[in-house]
């Protein structure tokens, strides 16, 4: 059973570990639950199970299909390319912005992050590279003067990795990730406003790409859109 401690934000820590449950495939997709059954499992009553499930379906995480239970939702094309376009948007700029910040506590932030990824990828450890991954973003988004932003782009992030694995090590090694944000940190320290842009662009752009292709070979359905066409109207 796995429990989860008891205090002021029961709903929220319900919340938290539904949505770990989720990406971590503890939870199939397509598996349907009763809220009886996620509150044992969790050691928590229905209420909070409830509260936090209408939460997840917000996210679209899960549906709630009325006298049947909760149904884990496997993340659908449209989806995933909605949250790369909502990654573009905000990222791209931002990235602009924190390459126009000279601020020495927070140039030394980002180098810090950057050498924590560079040493994680070194060790071909894939979760501690995808974290380290995920903090090298948000150092640039806080940066840019937005942490509010990470809070959005973490609901994507989840999205993502919903789709089973992210594209390490399905599809590119840590190493490469690595190697895939280097022109972002380098334009970023050298106060390149436009080339940290572009750089985060290709990024984000590149790792799309990728992970629908890795995607397509066990979902046809994926291949059927063009990504490229979708994202045009923000490629410049």
């Known amino acids: 059973m796995s429990i989860v401690n008891r205090g002021p934000t029961l709903t929220q820590q319900t919340t938290d ?8 495939g503890e939870l199939p997709t397509g ?4 809220a009886t059954a996620l509150g044992e499992w969790l050691g928590v009553s229905r209420t909070p199970v409830r509260e936090a499930t209408a939460e997840l379906a917000r996210l679209g995480l899960v549906s709630i299909e009325p006298n049947r239970g ?5 993340t659908d094309i449209e989806s995933l390319i909605d949250g790369f376009e909502l990654r573009m948007i905000i990222e791209v700029p931002l990235a602009r912005k924190a390459a126009l910040n000279p601020d020495r506590d927070a140039r030394k932030n980002l180098d810090a992050q950057y050498a924590d990824f560079k040493i994680a990828a070194d060790t071909d450890d894939p979760e501690a590279t995808l ?3 995920r903090d090298f973003h948000s150092a640039v988004l806080a940066m840019a003067g937005n942490t509010r932003a990470a809070d959005v782009l973490h609901e994507q992030r989840n999205m993502v990795l919903q789709t089973g694995v992210g594209t390490v090590p399905t599809s590119r090694s840590c190493q490469e990730c690595f190697a895939d944000h ?7 320290m050298a106060q390149h406003p436009e080339a940290a842009a572009a750089a985060m662009r290709r990024h984000i752009y590149n790792t799309a790409e990728t992970l629908i292709n890795q995607e397509t070979r066990r979902r046809p359905e994926f291949g059927e859109h063009d990504l490229r066409a979708r994202l045009a109207w923000i490629s410049d």
Do not use: G, T
């Open 70 to 74: 909760i149904r884990i939702l496997e």
């Open 17 to 24: 570990r539904l949505r770990q449950a989720i990406v971590a």
């Open 31 to 34: 598996s349907l639950h009763s």
């Open 182 to 188: 280097v022109d972002i940190f380098d334009a970023i």
């Open 131 to 133: 974290r380290a991954d």
